[in-house]
């Protein structure tokens, strides 16, 4: 997976578990004489569950061996609290759910539907914030517990993109797709779009990677999201020592803010839009509303003449549900 590929690039490798199928494959599909979009099918990234959770599992997992309690947090269709509980049940551990309730849809419910059937414990909070989070957490908390944040982030996870970035310059050098302009993936807690900045960097590659925002909150930034690409760079020169020179280049980022409508979870025109025109073209790719939905609606009204790649996020496992 990304990781056996970023361990070709650390003088220590990463502990991993590895939960997934890797590389995940490459779909090209032609918009027009001069639009080519090619999509990174994370959502096949294992077959249980599938999306880009999967890369931060499978570096979490490693973390919280010798754990007896699991706590982390997300709104009621967080596909981070899916996944996490799915494996957690299965590896034995006990998970604490928090949980913010979140626009109702058919997506979510099916998620919270995993989320209440795998976890220890469902708690529901008011809000994200992190004043509720430490109080909650204060109620709860004993030594051995480790804590993940929303969207399972942190600089070691952000890592799983810069492994999933090294893993698609591998797939360009086997002629799978050539070199694309653009990258587009969706920001939530930012780890992903970090990942894929920080790999952009660390590989010096000409591409422009473009948050969509999906969400009203501080990790949604352009200065949350550039520091912590830098910040898991520099955890991972001091904790595993990076073989490469890197080097920053704010010109590789921007975030498009434009996408979200009235805020997280909430569909859009433009996101049904994008979820009715992707099921005529690609029947098998599930977009949902919250995130990859609005992201192809964001690369659909920006883009025309171009080589554009859409990393998929999505899991995999609607398809199961239907
Ligand atoms: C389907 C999907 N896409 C994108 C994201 C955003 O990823 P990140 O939280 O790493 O920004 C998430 C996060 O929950 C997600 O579930």
């Not at 010096?204 to 690409?229: C, D, H």
């Not at 996101?271 to 599930?286: M, R, V």
Request: proline share 5%; hydrophobic share 35%.
């Amino acid at each position: 997976m990304g990781v056996i590929y970023l361990n070709q690039y650390l003088k220590r490798p990463i502990e991993y578990i590895p939960l997934g199928n890797w590389p995940t494959p490459i779909q090209h599909l032609k918009l027009s004489f001069k639009f080519d979009l090619y999509i990174k099918r994370d959502d096949l990234s294992s077959d249980e569950y599938g999306g880009n959770k999967i890369r931060k599992l499978e570096l979490i997992l490693p973390k919280i061996k010798d754990k007896d309690l699991l706590i982390s947090f997300g709104g009621s269709g967080s596909h981070q609290l899916g996944a996490l509980a799915l494996y957690s049940k299965r590896y034995g551990y006990k998970l604490i759910s928090i949980i913010k309730s979140q626009y109702p849809t058919y997506y979510q419910k099916k998620i919270y539907e995993i989320i209440k059937e795998n976890s220890y414990r469902i708690i529901e909070i008011e809000d994200l914030d992190p004043f509720v989070i430490v109080r909650t957490l204060k109620e709860i908390v004993k030594n051995k517990t480790y804590i993940l944040f929303p969207g399972g982030t942190t600089p070691l996870t952000v890592a799983g993109y810069i492994g999933a970035v090294i893993e698609l310059v591998e797939q360009i050098k086997q002629n799978r797709l050539p070199y694309p302009e653009k990258i587009y993936i969706a920001v939530g807690s930012g780890g992903s779009c970090a990942g894929i900045l920080a790999g952009v960097w660390l590989l010096n590659l000409p591409i422009k990677v473009i948050g969509v925002k999906i969400v009203n909150s501080f990790t949604a930034t352009k200065r949350y999201i550039v520091e912590l690409a830098k910040l898991s760079l520099k955890y991972l020169d001091y904790k595993y020592g990076l073989k490469k020179r890197y080097r920053f280049d704010l010109s590789s980022f921007y975030l498009e803010e434009n996408f979200i409508g009235k805020g997280y979870g909430y569909p859009t025109k433009e996101a049904i839009d994008a979820i009715n025109y992707f099921s005529k073209k690609l029947p098998d790719l599930t977009l949902e509303p919250t995130y990859t939905a609005k992201t192809l609606s964001a690369l659909l009204s920006r883009e025309k003449e171009v080589v554009v790649l859409y990393w998929h996020t999505a899991p995999r496992i609607y398809k199961k549900l239907y």
